[in-house]
T-cell receptor, first 118, second 114 residues
Framework: GAVVSQHPSWVICKSGTSVKIECRSL??????MFWYRQFPKQSLMLMAT?????????EQGVEKDKFLINHASLTLSTLTVTSAHPEDSSFYIC??????????????FGPGTRLTVL | AQTVTQSQPEMSVQEAETVTLSCTYD???????LFWYKQPPSRQMILVIR??????QNATENRFSVNFQKAAKSFSLKISDSQLGDAAMYFC???????????FGAGTRLTVKP
């Protein structure tokens, strides 16, 4: 159990276009979802935290108008990269938390989405 | 801000031997959680082991165990009987109960030699 999917797994887009990445919890309800960015050979950087039905909380330095996050249901969160540019090219990973004991804060990670902006 | 330091960018171990990956962190909190994650070439993050700071006993999961030294703010991962499939990036992760103040270390790339 506790499977998280991401779609697409890989996307190439032209500079100036917008790209939407979906994150779904397949077999559980996720009270909280997280979005990370990972550059090659680097660690995960938390971009934002989203709770179902409320606005996402963005980490310092992350442009909320650039990276739009919608957590419309307990099983789906989306990240939209607006007006993408080559510097937005990266590996984006989502995770989801059930918020249940005994492991309240355990996160289940999606397989990631590789975004390439030409 | 909390910081998590993994001082070993790369480590290598012979198959069937034991290796220890180090992690230190900075915090003024007394209640927090520590995790080790494995990221193989597929880039899927996999939970290896977790430790609650309020527990004195070191966590173990089969071949994986931790040495948690709360006073020293140290959280090392020991992999026993290393297998080829253990080759991956390993990340140390600090967070609070409600996932606040979450920080990943820079990672350690583990190579397992046959």
């Amino acid at each position: 159990g506790a499977v998280v999917s991401q779609h697409p797994s890989w996307v190439i887009c032209k500079s100036g276009t917008s790209v939407k990445i979906e994150c779904r919890s397949l077999d559980f309800q996720a009270t909280t979802m997280f979005w990370y960015r990972q550059f090659p050979k680097q660690s995960l950087m938390l971009m934002a935290t989203s709770n179902e039905g409320s606005k996402a909380t963005y980490e310092q330095g992350v442009e909320k108008d650039k990276f739009l996050i919608n957590h419309a249901s307990l099983t789906l969160s989306t990240l939209t990269v607006t007006s993408a540019h080559p510097e937005d090219s990266s590996f984006y990973i989502c995770s989801a938390s059930r918020g249940l004991e005994p492991h309240y804060n355990e996160q289940f990670f999606g397989p990631g989405t590789r975004l390439t902006v030409l | 801000a909390q910081t998590v330091t993994q001082s070993q960018p790369e480590m290598s171990v012979q198959e069937a031997e034991t290796v220890t990956l180090s992690c230190t962190y900075d915090t003024s909190e007394s209640d927090y959680y520590l995790f080790w994650y494995k990221q193989p070439p597929s880039r899927q993050m996999i939970l290896v082991i977790r430790q609650e700071a309020y527990k004195q006993q070191n966590a173990t999961e089969n071949r994986f165990s931790v040495n948690f030294q709360k006073a020293a703010k140290s959280f090392s991962l020991k992999i026993s009987d290393s297998q080829l499939g253990d080759a991956a990036m390993y990340f140390c992760d600090y967070r609070k109960y409600n996932n606040n103040d979450m920080r990943f270390g820079a990672g350690t790339r583990l190579t397992v030699k046959p």
